[in-house]
């Protein structure tokens, strides 16, 4: 490998030295050299792209930006391990002061399967005068200009098609991000991401504004002019409470507003995700925030082991994680709702398909004194039984695998600690067992599912499929 012009082009401290010299690997390496095995890429021909290279967007086209501090790196680098893929994921971890070196050395072993960790550029000649945030908001909003400048100077800037910012509490979904990028010309001006879920913070920041722990995408052409600029507005815009913010308000200066993609997740909420993530909307989910903050993913796990079992189904098929599904069992009359890799809810009777893409509002507002109200959130909600007795019978995700060509998941039965048996729906179910094809990314009509008449006891089976041109989710008649 070639050397490259160092990163950071202040005069680095004797301390930042020996930081450096810590890295797993030089951040420059990892910047510009091509994965060893790119992961396969998304099959859809999405891409617009009319320079030379037209392949469709891939994980190796984006270069992450992970905001984080000396304090809070220790914590969080577990989320940070589960997402990153060393040689196929590219970018760096900012951070405010060096890391101490862990006790006990092992510091190699420490870092593997993290993102190489940069101490960012100084900023205090920049005003920050909002009352009650942190000053990093300054520092955090100039990562898109490090990672820019740092690409500037070794061109050609290597295959890289956009910027990617987040926290190191964000867990993202590289392939599913990079097939919802695939969508979008990267060689025009894009600024791409999501709200709040909640009315309150987007109406405290703004509607227009990419939140920056759900996280968000700017097309390289965008963020190399941002990065020219970005200064000047940071001047302008001491008053303002995040990095995010500074972001949007120079982004709109430049004449460009946020595309919403609603597969990046904010979460600003608290509780249990279950109402949210069993009706996610027809888009692959991009990002997950904030999940200190919020019940492990699964029943009866810690967040850590919850979080690596979800990645077992992201790994099968990441494109259909918590992709709804609903069908019906015209024998007993009741419906199934499968949010695969996830959960699978049965109801007995026959419900309309509307009703079960509003979501079951399981968790609580961001402000926990603001309640469950339904105007609190950003979608449609619907009554949740306050007995968990009177709830859906619930299934969470046991195992996944791929076989032939077929993927076969299957769910356990998780019945709530006090229900009696007499009152439980469905007490003839413990499994439900899920087979379906591999997702193809780009597809934006809803699946449909069949209950087949299952061979194992206590088990309900059901086969994933696309729809017919003209069938519909409902039960006949
Ligand atoms: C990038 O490099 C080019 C060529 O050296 C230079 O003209 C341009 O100003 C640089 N841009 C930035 C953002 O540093
Ligand atoms: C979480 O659970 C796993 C598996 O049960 C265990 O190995 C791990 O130590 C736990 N982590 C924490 C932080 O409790």
Redo the contacts with the bound molecule.
């Keep these: 490998m070639k050397s490259r012009p160092p990163i950071i082009t202040k005069m680095p401290s004797f301390k930042t030295l020996a930081f450096l010299l810590l890295l797993p690997l030089p951040f420059l390496c990892l910047l510009l050299s091509s994965p060893t095995n790119p992961l396969p890429r998304p099959s859809t021909a999405a891409s617009a792209a009319v320079s030379g290279d037209v392949s469709a967007t891939g994980v190796r086209h984006l270069l992450f930006g992970i905001a984080s501090s000396s304090r809070t790196f220790p914590k969080r680098k577990d989320y940070l391990r589960m997402w990153w893929r060393p040689g196929a994921t590219k970018g760096a971890v900012f951070l405010d002061s060096p890391l101490k070196s862990p006790a006990g050395g092992g510091g190699g072993d420490e870092e593997r399967g993290l993102p190489p960790a940069v101490v960012s550029a100084d900023t205090s000649k920049f005003p920050y005068t909002f009352k009650s945030g942190s000053r990093s908001a300054v520092r955090v909003a100039r990562i898109v200009k490090e990672l820019v400048d740092s690409l500037n100077q070794s061109l050609p800037h290597g295959d890289v098609r956009w910027i990617v910012l987040g926290d190191d509490d964000t867990v993202f979904f590289p392939e599913n991000l990079a097939g919802t990028l695939a969508k979008y010309d990267w060689e025009q001006w894009h600024y791409i991401g999501g709200i709040s879920e909640s009315v309150e913070q987007n109406v405290k920041n703004s509607f227009g504004m990419a939140f920056g722990g759900g996280g968000f995408a700017i097309s390289y052409p965008l963020a190399r002019v941002l990065s020219r600029v970005l200064d000047s507005c940071l001047m302008r815009y001491g008053h303002l409470y995040g990095s995010d913010a500074r972001v949007f308000v120079c982004l709109a200066e430049l004449g460009v507003g946020m595309t919403h993609e609603p597969g990046f997740h904010q979460i600003d909420l608290r509780g249990d995700l279950l109402g949210l993530l069993s009706a996610h909307p027809l888009a692959p989910v991009v990002s997950l925030h904030h999940l200190d903050y919020v019940d492990p993913l699964f029943p009866g ?2 967040r ?2 919850a979080l690596e079992h979800l990645f077992e189904a992201i790994t099968i098929d990441p494109g259909r994680v918590f992709q709804q599904t609903v069908c019906y069992d015209p024998l007993k009359l009741r419906t199934v709702s499968v949010s695969w890799g996830y959960v699978v809810q049965l109801y007995e009777g026959k419900l309309l398909l509307p009703d079960l893409l509003s979501l079951q509002p399981t968790f609580t507002s961001w402000r926990r004194s603001r309640g469950v109200s339904p105007n609190l959130f950003m979608f449609d909600t619907r009554e949740l039984p306050k007995d968990q007795c009177q709830r859906p019978a619930t299934f969470f995700l046991g195992s996944v695998f791929y076989s032939k060509g077929k993927i076969e998941s299957t769910y356990k039965r998780q019945v709530p600690g006090n229900c009696q048996q007499s009152s439980m729906s469905a007490k003839d179910l413990l499994r439900v067992k899920v087979s379906s094809e591999k997702f193809e990314m780009g597809q934006l009509r809803r699946h449909c599912c069949d209950v087949l008449a299952s061979s194992e006891e206590m088990t309900m089976e059901i086969d994933i499929r696309k729809c017919k041109d003209d069938e519909l989710i409902a039960m006949n008649p």
Aim: charged fraction near 0%; glycine fraction near 0%; aromatic fraction near 0%.
């Design positions: 796990m810690n850590t082991s």
